[in-house]
Nanobody, 125 residues
Framework: QVRLVESGGGLVQAGGSLRLSCAASGLTFSNYHLAWFRQASGKAREFVAAINALGGYTDYADSVKGRFTGSRDNAKNTIYLEMNSLKPEDTAVYYC??????????????????WGQGTQVTVSS
């Protein structure tokens, strides 16, 4: 059984930092590209960041470029999202997703093989 488990969310003041983790099990981790998405209350889910299977390539939404950094540790089957200079508009449930096809991963309409359950990030002003 494949599982993606996010952790590290919480409440932080604007300007603060958080580090999210997504631990994977039940799959050959190095075969999958991984991404972070988020969904704010009452809004559609949106792409945040992606990292390719070997960890050498990353993509970011314009809204988080320069503030968020994605990384992965294939030895630990885990990806990370370092979030700095957080803003109230970053408040959302953050999800990780996995896919074998990178283009499908980064597209909202693309097919994701697996999703995590999400972790809440709340940024107070």
């Amino acid at each position: 059984q494949v599982r993606l488990v996010e952790s590290g969310g919480g409440l932080v003041q604007a300007g603060g930092s958080l580090r999210l983790s997504c631990a994977a099990s039940g799959l050959t981790f190095s075969n999958y590209h991984l991404a972070w998405f988020r969904q704010a209350s009452g809004k559609a889910r949106e792409f945040v960041a992606a990292i390719n299977a070997l960890g050498g390539y990353t993509d970011y939404a314009d809204s988080v470029k320069g503030r968020f950094t994605g990384s992965r540790d294939n030895a630990k089957n885990t990806i990370y999202l370092e979030m700095n200079s957080l803003k109230p508009e970053d408040t959302a449930v953050y999800y990780c997703a996995a896919a074998r096809i990178y283009s499908a991963l980064v597209s909202l309409q693309g097919r994701k093989d697996y999703w995590g359950q999400g972790t809440q990030v709340t940024v107070s002003s």
